[in-house]
């Protein structure tokens, strides 16, 4: 399995914007599918956006035109962009890999994939 890092969480106002990112040393992560997920306080892991090997991406509804998903293979690196943020984003980021070809259509929606530690968000009103 491949380890992960996360990056470039923080506090931001309303509207504003974070760039997270992942990285997992010492592995490449060109052959697998990669996920940013999501999880605020008592509720369950949500995913937020999703990139197959071969750069396609997936959004839930409720970010899509406001957050971006990008890889870089060659820097083993994953991005999320995040602009126009809300306050009910506020959560506990993940990176999440998963070596299955249809992770991006399948578990990474509700919450699946092998997890790093996290990267807090929080958005302020």
């Known amino acids: 399995q491949v380890q992960v890092v996360e990056s470039g969480g923080g506090t931001v106002q309303a509207g504003g914007s974070l760039r997270l990112s992942c990285t997992s040393p010492?592995?490449?992560?060109?052959?697998?599918?990669m996920g940013w997920l999501r999880q605020a306080p008592g509720k369950d892991g949500e995913g937020v956006a999703c990139?197959?090997?071969?750069?396609?991406?997936w959004y839930i509804d409720s970010v899509k035109g406001r957050f971006t998903i990008s890889r870089d293979n060659a820097k083993n690196t994953v991005d999320l962009q995040m602009n126009s943020l809300k306050p009910e984003e506020t959560a506990i980021y993940y990176c999440?890999?998963?070596?299955?070809?249809?992770?991006?259509?399948?578990?990474?929606?509700?919450?699946?994939?092998?997890r790093g530690q996290g990267t807090q968000v929080t958005v302020s009103s």
């Open positions: 010492g592995k490449s992560f060109a052959g697998y599918s």
């Open positions: 999440a890999t998963d070596s299955t070809m249809s992770y991006c259509t399948g578990s990474w929606r509700s919450g699946g994939g092998n």
């Open positions: 990139i197959s090997v071969r750069g396609n991406s």
